[in-house]
């Protein structure tokens, strides 16, 4: 099921200080204000004076289109799913708001910055590699290690001469990790790192399959908050909390065996757990683009397939509580599995708008 769509590729991102810098020349050049010779040859010179600012200016302009297209239904109905999912930032968002409204430089400039910076959004949007909604597919690193990347997934690579290290900014990465190999053919110790924000898997081995999730949406692993899910096919994976360690004060971890997962939340590293037969052959089921139910909450399957399908899908979390679930669900065609839950569950799928659709308890 896998999709035959060109994977994405940003360039290397900018410093901080370059964004604001592109952020305060776009704002200048879109302020409606009168554009002068001077102001050209004064960005043009800034522009050209270093590699980094052109990029960060590239990507600026980038999110300007994306402002610019903020007024469409399908954006408005993108920011109220984003609102619903993440109460917490609502106040902070609509600040934002009152602020583009204001039209003034200074506040599209803040606005823009914080976007940047600050929501998870503009992280997979600036990401190095990112994958769209139904997209599966597979990129070639430096060293050359593969890297499958699921549904509306992203990363960022980190690698110097100390060690390899993965960003995963969201979503689910599948990594068969290539060994380092020096001049002379023999193989290095540089350490294979996926982080996510909330913890690291550093491979011991080849090939283990990391996922992370901002909220608690995560159909295999309901948790509050953030969570990162490791899973090991082939060989061992360390997995451990962010916390900076040092021999007399190390970070909790999890040693993850071949068959087995474990994943980190708020509450800390949870015990490792069997979970298949080793088999390095194997690929997830969310590489195939599918989602295995086995006893699930109707409420888990649903935040995973809202996160596999554009627009807004709405259902209320205390009405649908006690329904569970089993079977093999489509997440690249979502709407063939929601025909599935309304015709094996007491749920009903109404399509309100071409992006919104809720899912409802039927009324005895």
């Not at 050209?48 to 990507?59: D, F, G, N, P, W």
């Not at 902070?92 to 039209?103: N, P, V």
């Not at 888990?300 to 809202?306: K, M, S």
């Not at 094996?344 to 799928?349: G, K």
């Amino acid at each position: 099921m896998a999709s035959d769509t060109t994977i994405e590729q940003q360039s290397a991102p900018a410093p901080h200080s370059c964004v604001e810098q592109a952020a305060w020349w776009l704002t200048q050049q879109q302020s409606g204000e009168a554009w002068t010779a001077a102001q050209q040859t004064a960005f043009d010179q800034w522009l050209q004076s270093k590699t980094e600012h052109a990029h960060a200016y590239a990507r600026m302009q980038q999110l300007w289109v994306g402002f610019d297209n903020a007024n469409t239904p399908a954006a408005r109905t993108a920011l109220q799913a984003g609102l619903h999912a993440a109460d917490h930032r609502r106040q902070t968002l609509q600040r934002s708001k009152r602020a583009l409204g204001g039209t003034t430089a200074a506040a599209l400039l803040s606005v823009l910055t914080w976007w940047t910076w600050h929501t998870e959004a503009a992280q997979y949007r600036l990401a190095d590699y990112r994958s769209g909604i139904g997209q599966i597919t597979t990129v070639e690193l430096p060293d050359h290690s593969q890297i499958t990347l699921g549904s509306n997934s992203a990363f960022n690579v980190r690698f110097d001469t100390n060690q390899r290290r993965i960003e995963l900014v969201r979503g689910d990465v599948l990594v068969h990790v290539a060994p380092t190999l020096t001049n002379a053919g023999a193989t290095t110790t540089r350490p294979f790192i996926v982080q996510t924000p909330n913890a690291t898997a550093q491979a011991m081995g080849t090939i283990y399959a990391v996922r992370y999730r901002a909220q608690s949406d995560s159909a295999l692993w309901p948790a509050q908050g953030a969570s990162t899910q490791v899973s090991v096919l082939e060989s061992t994976v360390k997995a451990c909390l962010p916390h900076v360690s040092s021999p007399t004060n190390p970070a909790p971890c999890a040693v993850v065996q071949a068959g087995q997962s474990t994943h980190i939340d708020a509450q800390g590293v949870h015990p490792v757990l069997h979970t298949a037969t080793p088999d390095a052959a194997s690929t997830p089921a969310w590489a195939r683009g599918q989602l295995l139910a086995d006893n699930l909450s109707l409420v888990q399957v649903l935040h995973e397939l809202e996160r596999n399908r554009p627009g807004y899908l709405w259902f209320d979390e205390k009405s649908l509580a006690g329904i569970r679930v089993s079977g093999v669900f489509d997440l690249i065609d979502t709407e063939r599995s929601l025909r599935a839950l309304q015709e094996s569950t007491d749920v009903y799928v109404q399509h309100s708008t071409p992006w919104t659709t809720q899912v409802m308890r039927r009324q005895p």
